[in-house]
Every structure is written in structure tokens, then in C-alpha cells.
């Protein structure tokens, strides 16, 4: 049973952005953990775009996607070169000065001073810092309590930020690599990446099958690029679709709509989406993925204990993602797309190496960190509040 917050009781408050749909459905995921239990206050989520002007987000994500795409060169100089702690320390002062008009309109927004905040990204810990340090009307903002929740598989310092007195990570090097560089391993909670809890349903195949309208298939691939439906997925799509083989291939495109408009001549064994709700549900019925390595979908996968196929990582965060899940033996890479067809080719002749893909996947999952971590922001906004 929900409770519903006294009005007293100020509530956490988990911070999203808008690139791609990871982090807001990692903190929807959350939120929905926080609500199987009778809690003490609300879980609230901000995201940027509620609260900051649609032409600023419009043009942070345009801005975004541009360097990403365009220069991946240097994003990945960027990333490399900020890789140690205290690389950027000045930078992060001036950003947390520069962000104080993004931080009064967060306020604003939510109303109160939260007693304890969540950052996904470590641009909404420059966002939460510079709300809490040009709150002048709530005097207890500066007192209130930070922790950043990492959704990726590996640590970089710019995850790092002073006032932060908690971090959830996904993998034992990644509380190794904290501690390495001084943060006490109190401050540190293993709780894997939060995924929907709709991923324990124990629906059989032919039944999700037959929901969602597919028809049956001996072999199926599941080819997604996120959230924004990015990368080199055309191509792989059609040299999928071209291939001789008893296999159905269902593509996830996203929020890209022209991807989507040229991909939906494929043939009849091709299904193309658009963006979907109903990803736990394709991954239940599914043999193998293909994704780019993005660290929400890999935590999704892993819960589905859904073998993986890599390619078309974006420079910095999801090439450190494809190399650890690459050494963990939990996932291949693909090396070109045009690779793709004798790759699959090759898997389907070896149903044994499938299957062990799929064991080392779903070892790699932690499909109860949404509860998890659900139970830790309890416990820490208990504290906050004494």
C-alpha cells in the first residue's frame, strides 16, 4: 500500500537528464520499488526537462549528440583526460557557479529542499549542489544530502563530487576504484544499476508472445541503439534481414523516427518499434540482442539472462562499458556491421556457446537493485531528518 506524505515530511528527490531514456527509466524504476512499500514521504523525480527552458534542454542534447557523433575525437580526449580525481576540480567550482540559475529554477520546482537527493548523472550533482549552496529562503538546504547513483559499469571522477556521502555501483572494481581514490567504503553500496521490477515477471514465452501480437519464431534477434536509436543499426538490420536463416528480427528504434520510417520495409520477418514500454517483454522473448552498451540496458538484459552482441559504443563512458563486459566474457563485440551476418551465422550453429552466454549474462545481473536501492534512500533520508 502507498502512503501519502504528510505534509511535513519533505520528500527525496531523484535527478534525471534527458539523454536518451536511461536514467529516467532508471529512476522510474526506482520510484516503483519505492512504492511497494509503506514508506515515511514521497520519492519525487526531477527531470531537466520540467524544470529548465525547452530551448536550453533542446539545445544541451543537440549540443550533446553533435560532439558524440561528429567528434567523438574529442569526447573521448575529454574523457580520457578528466579521468583522474581532482583533473577538473576548478572546472566543477565554475560549473556549480554557472549553474546557479538552473539550480533556483530545481528549487522552484520541487518546492522545499529535499533532505537527501539522488544524482544519475553527474550533471544533475552540479545541478543539486547549485541548488543546495543559493538556497537563501530554506536554511536547511545546505544541510541536506547527496548521493549519485552510477548507471554505468565502470567508475570515472567525474561521477566524484565533494558532498556526496553515498554511491551506488554495479560491480565490486567499481567500489575498489572509489575507495582507491579516498572515498571511505562506507560511503559505498553494491546495489548493481536499478531496472524496471516488471523484469521478474514469470510470464511464459508463448504467452508474451501472443500479447504482443508476434508470431512464433525457432530464432529471434532483438537490435536496439537506445533510447535515441543511434548507431549503425540500419545496416546490421539489413544484413540481418538478408540472411538465409530461420530467424525473426524485431529492431527498437527509438525516438528516431526517420530510422523507423526506413527500416519498415524490411521484409515480413522484421518487426520495427518505435519507442517502447514493453522492452522487458521483447528481452523475454528473445535469444539474442544486439544493443550498443549502454549501461541501463545491459543491466536489463542481464536480469532477462539475454546474450549480447555489442557495437556502435559512443566514445568515453560506453567504450569503458563494451571493454569491461568484453573482459568479464558477459558479452561480444562486433567488430564492423558488415561482420554481423556470418557472426550470427556462426552463433546459430553453436546453440551451446548461446546458452553459456546467457548463464555468464545473467550472473552479471542484480535484477533487485531497484528495491535495493529503494530500501538505502529510506534508510539514508531517515538519517537526514533526525
Not at 27 to 33: D, F, T, Y
Not at 113 to 125: G, I, K, Q, V
Not at 138 to 150: F, T
Not at 321 to 340: C, H, K, M, Q, W
Request: aromatic share 6%.
Amino acid at each position: 500500500m502507498k502512503h501519502h506524505q504528510r505534509p511535513a515530511q519533505r520528500p527525496v528527490v531523484v535527478l534525471t537528464v534527458p539523454f536518451g531514456s536511461a536514467h529516467t527509466r532508471t529512476a522510474e524504476a526506482i520510484r516503483q520499488a519505492w512504492n511497494t512499500k509503506d514508506r515515511p514521504t514521497e520519492l519525487r523525480i526531477a527531470a531537466m526537462e520540467d524544470y529548465l527552458p525547452h530551448a536550453a534542454v533542446k539545445a544541451l542534447v543537440s549540443g550533446y549528440l553533435t560532439l558524440v557523433r561528429r567528434m567523438p575525437w574529442l569526447f573521448q580526449m575529454i574523457y580520457s583526460r578528466a579521468r583522474e580525481p581532482g583533473a577538473g576540480d576548478g572546472l566543477l567550482r565554475l560549473a556549480v557557479r554557472a549553474a546557479k540559475p538552473a539550480g533556483r529554477r530545481l528549487m522552484e520546482f520541487i518546492g522545499e529542499c529535499p533532505p537527501l537527493w539522488l544524482s544519475t548523472h553527474p550533471l544533475t550533482s552540479i545541478l543539486a549542489e547549485a541548488a543546495r549552496t543559493n538556497s537563501t529562503a530554506d536554511p536547511q538546504a545546505k544541510r541536506s544530502s547527496m548521493a549519485v547513483l552510477v548507471t554505468d559499469f565502470h567508475f570515472h571522477a567525474f561521477w566524484c563530487f565533494p558532498t556526496v556521502r553515498t554511491y551506488f555501483v554495479g560491480r565490486p572494481a567499481m567500489k575498489r576504484s572509489l575507495v582507491a581514490r579516498g572515498i571511505p567504503q562506507s560511503y559505498v553500496r553494491l546495489s548493481g544499476i536499478p531496472i524496471d521490477p516488471v523484469f521478474h515477471s514469470t510470464n511464459s514465452r508463448t504467452h508474451i508472445e501472443e500479447t504482443l501480437g508476434l508470431p512464433r519464431a525457432n530464432f529471434r534477434i532483438l537490435l536496439m541503439g537506445g533510447g535515441l536509436g543511434i548507431g549503425p543499426i540500419e545496416r546490421i538490420a539489413s544484413q540481418i534481414s538478408s540472411l538465409n536463416l530461420d530467424l525473426q528480427l524485431i529492431v527498437v528504434a527509438g525516438s528516431n523516427h526517420r530510422l523507423r520510417h526506413r527500416l519498415s520495409g524490411l521484409g515480413k520477418n522484421t518487426r520495427v518499434y518505435g519507442y517502447v514500454d514493453t522492452i522487458h517483454a521483447l528481452m523475454a522473448v528473445s535469444d539474442l540482442c544486439l544493443t550498443k552498451p549502454g549501461g541501463l540496458t545491459i543491466a536489463e538484459a542481464a536480469a532477462a539472462g539475454l546474450p549480447a552482441l555489442l557495437f556502435g559504443a559512443l566514445p568515453g563512458h560506453e567504450e569503458a562499458n563494451s571493454e569491461t563486459l568484453v573482459r568479464a566474457g558477459v558479452a561480444y563485440r562486433i567488430g564492423s556491421p558488415d561482420r554481423v551476418g556470418a557472426l550470427i551465422t556462426e552463433l546459430l550453429k553453436r546453440p551451446r556457446l548461446l546458452k553459456k552466454m546467457g548463464r555468464r549474462m545473467a550472473r552479471f545481473g542484480k535484477p533487485h537493485a531497484a528495491f535495493e536501492v529503494a530500501d538505502a534512500l529510506e534508510d539514508l533520508w531517515s538519517r537526514a531528518v533526525r
